[in-house]
């Protein structure tokens, strides 16, 4: 087990930690295989006894007055402060990102509470007040949803489940944590910090697993919320598990196979580079990452040669490397084939490797970039490929490009790459994304800003910036001032009935 944890394999429940031994999940280091950062036997009981805790903690939690629960979160902002060289270090070693990335996110954890105090102040869950008659009040009110079941990815084990916890626990609910299996180190390293932070025992609980762990929270009827961030296999799952449960807050963050249109009159150099770093950052990991480059013809030529040799000469190697490497391993060898039998299939149906994706001969989960060329993009190989992969077709013009950009059933992110704003404002209405770029590239998002995404991206709940509205609900409320009832027509009374 890495030195980073203080205690055994545990989950947390209800403020104290349960040991859980075995080995079922097996965490290792993806740039050295053979070193075991974490390893434990899930046991699903213990998401029972969570949403329990949760559900006991939340009378007193939410009762409380919202400067308690800003001063609870102060303190947790301070405790990752104190700790961020140490969570980066265990993200670097679980997960495999650079530890420039991992130092990033640290900080994220620590900056997610004062972006979401500006939230609240901007207006967002803004309570209110009208005048319905002389003597009748209408207010809109908000409440907690309650047990908030947070199902975390493995890719920003810490920024992004905490991007839920946060505002949740800010509105008052109680969480129960899920980290991913492939994370369960950096997991349960959130668990001893936020003890560390003293917050109320059962506020917030972390239970270790795989599917089944989850499939007893998001299936159970202890739980009030699912506020997930994953694949679209697994976020269908969830929604058919909960069809029944239209009551029940479904917040959806999910996958990408997002388009970068680069113009002819773009700015070459900013485009290459913006296209070259959104498609491989966190090593194509991150739901944001470019997946298909679409390029107008008359720059096809400079851009593409340019493109593919920026990316053949990338740095890869273990993410805690002394030298400034930009791509580490992949999380497993999983992602690993994938990469390649996608290469493999574009080829074999006439697709041009311009720079072909290799496993490299060495210890570790680590894959060199790989860049393919096709006629056009359509449904059928509408695929979500988690890695260094990017795929290029070339059109005549900005219809095609938006139409090549549409091709896809997923809709989280899109960039064109123009000095055109008349160009710009027709690809803003015409493409379907949630979080549509100019002249910067898809992967990379701001927390003062809504993310999301739809289709298969998302279900109309986007997070960062707009995550609050997600974690409460409007209460209408009418008060009346006055003892004094008009008798509406068609009803007999007599005042000696309550005299």
């Not at 947790?76 to 530890?99: P, S």
């Not at 936020?194 to 270790?208: D, R, T, W």
């Not at 996958?255 to 002819?264: Q, R, S, T």
Request: aromatic share 8%; hydrophobic share 40%; with cysteine.
């Amino acid at each position: 087990m890495t030195d980073a944890l203080t205690h055994p394999p545990s989950d947390y429940v209800g403020g104290r930690f349960l040991p859980i031994a075995g080995d079922s999940i097996v965490s290792t280091n993806p740039a050295e295989p053979q070193h075991v950062i974490w390893q434990g036997q899930p046991a699903p009981q213990h998401a029972d006894d969570a949403v329990h805790a949760a559900r006991q903690a939340l009378p007193e939690w939410s009762g409380g007055s919202f400067d308690d629960r800003i001063e609870a979160l102060r303190r947790w902002q301070q405790v990752v402060r104190d700790h961020a060289d140490r969570l980066a270090a265990l993200i670097t070693d679980e997960m495999g990102k650079t530890l420039a990335e991992s130092r990033f996110e640290a900080q994220a954890v620590a900056a997610k509470i004062d972006v979401t105090l500006d939230d609240v102040s901007l207006g967002r869950v803004r309570e209110y007040e009208v005048a319905v008659t002389e003597s009748r009040a209408g207010h809109c009110r908000f409440k907690p949803h309650g047990v908030m079941a947070v199902i975390g990815p493995f890719n920003f084990p810490a920024h992004l489940p905490n991007g839920h916890f946060v505002p949740a626990l800010l509105l008052g609910n109680t969480i129960v944590f899920k980290p991913s299996e492939k994370t369960p180190a950096v997991g349960q390293l959130l668990a001893e910090l936020m003890h560390e932070a003293e917050l109320p025992p059962g506020v917030f609980n972390v239970v270790q697993g795989g599917a089944d762990v989850a499939s007893r929270l998001v299936e159970g009827d202890g739980i009030d919320g699912i506020l997930f961030t994953g694949s679209w296999s697994v976020g269908r799952k969830i929604l058919h598990a909960n069809l029944d449960r239209p009551g029940r807050i479904i917040a959806l963050e999910m996958g990408g196979n997002n388009p970068a249109v680069v113009m002819d009159d773009c700015h070459l150099k900013q485009a290459v580079i913006e296209c070259v770093r959104a498609s491989f950052a966190t090593t194509g990991q991150r739901c944001t990452c470019t997946r298909r480059i679409i390029v107008q013809r008359p720059i096809a030529e400079r851009f593409i040669p340019a493109f593919c040799k920026a990316a053949s000469t990338l740095l890869i190697g273990p993410g805690a490397s002394a030298e400034p490497v930009f791509m580490g391993p992949l999380i497993s060898d999983a992602p690993v084939q994938g990469v390649l039998d996608f290469q493999r299939d574009l080829a074999r149906a006439g697709g041009r490797v311009l720079v072909e994706a290799t496993a490299m001969d060495r210890a570790g989960h680590f894959i060199t970039p790989g860049v393919v060329e096709v006629d056009r993009f359509s449904l059928d190989r509408d695929c979500e490929v988690f890695g260094p992969f990017v795929q290029i077709a070339i059109v005549d013009d900005l219809d095609q490009a938006i139409e090549q950009a549409n091709a896809t059933r997923y809709g989280l992110a899109a960039s064109i790459f123009t000095t055109d704003d008349q160009a710009y404002e027709d690809f803003f209405r015409g493409v379907k994304a949630g979080c549509i770029n100019r002249n910067t590239g898809t992967a990379g998002a701001s927390g003062t800003l809504p993310f999301g995404g739809l289709g298969h991206s998302g279900n109309h709940r986007p997070a960062a910036a707009f995550a609050v509205d997600y974690c409460a609900y409007p209460i209408a409320n009418m008060v009346e001032t006055s003892a004094d009832v008009e008798v509406p027509g068609g009803i007999h009374w007599d005042d000696r009935w309550v005299n």
